[in-house]
């Protein structure tokens, strides 16, 4: 086991003492760095690079080195798992991600495998550990899933939606369906998350990213019961350390103490809510990764620095902060103005700590 130079990130996930508080993005390595779009048209298309562990590998840390974050994220995509379950995934130029045949009834969901994570998802598995090798203890690693909600949503849509129509009417008009699929993904996911955690993952984030459409009531039955579930499977010890588990619901703030209650280690918050407001309800169970809007880094590097510096008095003294965007870097941020972002978190953070 190599020993870790820079752990400043676990340790805030645990809310133990740093030094300083730890930043990184999320979609840290993608579009708004040359070297990755570099990498990705070498590879010959999106799904090419995310199944060839040597490219993975070097755009998960690319960031490490060209932006300086406190922990790289394992390059992948969140659909590899209903692909890896057998549904054709395709990823067009300048398209999202589409699948052709998308479920459409419970016989649907009844034919869907839980597939073998070693297996059907082994080129994951290889990119994992040879990030690990590449990073040699520089900072951590973090593996990551989608919720089963938000797999789902992508699996009945077909793709993205505007207004969510085929899934919410399975919701409505076939509950029980919605609940087989959901269970199966719940079952998929743990599954994956633990081969990570078991090759070499340091910490895992599971991005809800569609929780935030449904109804207090529709998200508690069919988005955070299945994400309570997944953290109850998860080997949370490895290495001699435990693991993280960070839970994000993008537009789920109105439930943050619900979130807390799942046993995750970590509160994803999105830019809507002021970080102190979350630590008042929170922040005495749960570290908090966030929460600056994304769209704060098209601001110069004074502005950027003063709105860092606004988050961080917020949240004030003390630890179990992870600082991060409140949703992932946009394409079209220049580079220096993300390098600004994490050097004005490093450089502003320490007075907040020892």
Same mark, same amino acid.
């Given at each position: 086991?190599?020993?870790?130079?820079?752990?400043?990130?676990?340790?805030?996930?645990?809310?133990?003492?740093?030094?300083?508080?730890?930043?990184?993005?999320?979609?840290?390595?993608?579009?708004?760095?040359?070297?990755?779009?570099?990498?990705?048209?070498?590879?010959?298309?999106?799904?090419?690079?995310?199944?060839?562990?040597?490219?993975?590998?070097?755009?998960?840390?690319?960031?490490?080195?060209?932006?300086?974050?406190?922990?790289?994220?394992?390059?992948?995509?969140?659909?590899?798992?209903?692909?890896?379950?057998?549904?054709?995934?395709?990823?067009?130029?300048?398209?999202?991600?589409?699948?052709?045949?998308?479920?459409?009834?419970?016989?649907?969901?009844?034919?869907?495998?839980?597939?073998?994570?070693?297996?059907?998802?082994?080129?994951?598995?290889?990119?994992?550990? %040879?990030?690990? $090798?590449?990073?040699? =203890?520089?900072?951590?690693? *973090?593996?990551? /899933? !989608?919720?089963?909600?938000?797999?789902?949503?992508?699996?009945?849509?077909?793709?993205?939606?505007?207004?969510?129509?085929?899934?919410?009417?399975?919701?409505?008009?076939?509950?029980?369906?919605?609940?087989?699929?959901?269970?199966?993904?719940?079952?998929?996911?743990?599954?994956?998350?633990?081969?990570?955690?078991?090759?070499?993952?340091?910490?895992?984030?599971?991005?809800?990213?569609?929780?935030?459409?449904?109804?207090?009531?529709?998200?508690?039955?069919?988005?955070?019961?299945?994400?309570?579930?997944?953290?109850?499977?998860?080997?949370?010890?490895?290495?001699?350390?435990?693991?993280?588990?960070? %839970?994000?619901? $993008?537009?789920?703030? =109105?439930?943050?103490?619900? *979130?807390?209650? /799942? !046993?995750?280690?970590?509160?994803?918050?999105?830019?809507?809510?002021?970080?102190?407001?979350?630590?008042?309800?929170?922040?005495?169970?749960?570290?908090?990764?966030?929460?600056?809007?994304?769209?704060?880094?098209?601001?110069?590097?004074?502005?950027?620095?003063?709105?860092?510096?606004?988050?961080?008095?917020?949240?004030?003294?003390?630890?179990?902060?992870?600082?991060?965007?409140?949703?992932?870097?946009?394409?079209?941020?220049?580079?220096?103005?993300?390098?600004?972002?994490?050097?004005?978190?490093?450089?502003?953070?320490?007075?907040?700590?020892?």
């Amino acid at each position: 086991m190599t020993e870790l130079t820079n752990d400043l990130f676990l340790r805030a996930c645990l809310r133990q003492d740093v030094e300083r508080t730890p930043v990184w993005m999320m979609r840290q390595a993608g579009r708004y760095l040359p070297e990755y779009r570099a990498t990705r048209q070498g590879a010959g298309g999106f799904l090419n690079l995310c199944k060839t562990p040597e490219l993975a590998c070097e755009v998960s840390i690319q960031p490490i080195d060209l932006i300086g974050v406190d922990a790289a994220i394992m390059f992948s995509d969140i659909l590899v798992v209903p692909e890896a379950m057998g549904m054709e995934l395709t990823f067009g130029v300048g398209e999202g991600p589409k699948f052709p045949q998308p479920i459409r009834s419970r016989a649907d969901i009844e034919k869907l495998p839980v597939p073998d994570p070693e297996d059907e998802l082994g080129y994951v598995m290889a990119t994992i550990q %040879l990030i690990r $090798k590449e990073l040699a =203890g520089r900072v951590p690693l *973090i593996g990551f /899933t !989608g919720s089963p909600w938000t797999l789902a949503t992508y699996m009945v849509e077909g793709g993205g939606s505007k207004n969510y129509s085929q899934i919410k009417a399975m919701m409505y008009n076939d509950p029980e369906a919605l609940h087989l699929l959901l269970d199966k993904l719940a079952d998929a996911v743990a599954a994956y998350l633990n081969a990570q955690i078991a090759n070499g993952v340091q910490a895992v984030q599971i991005f809800d990213t569609w929780g935030g459409i449904l109804t207090t009531r529709d998200y508690r039955e069919f988005s955070l019961t299945y994400m309570q579930k997944i953290i109850d499977k998860l080997n949370r010890e490895h290495e001699g350390r435990r693991v993280p588990v960070i %839970l994000y619901t $993008k537009g789920g703030m =109105g439930w943050l103490e619900a *979130i807390a209650e /799942t !046993g995750c280690d970590v509160v994803g918050l999105d830019w809507s809510i002021d970080i102190d407001v979350a630590r008042a309800r929170i922040g005495d169970k749960v570290a908090l990764q966030g929460n600056m809007d994304p769209t704060m880094l098209y601001a110069n590097p004074e502005r950027i620095r003063g709105e860092v510096k606004d988050i961080l008095s917020r949240f004030g003294h003390g630890n179990g902060h992870v600082f991060n965007l409140g949703h992932g870097i946009t394409p079209d941020v220049p580079v220096a103005h993300a390098k600004a972002f994490i050097q004005a978190v490093k450089e502003e953070s320490g007075r907040y700590h020892g």
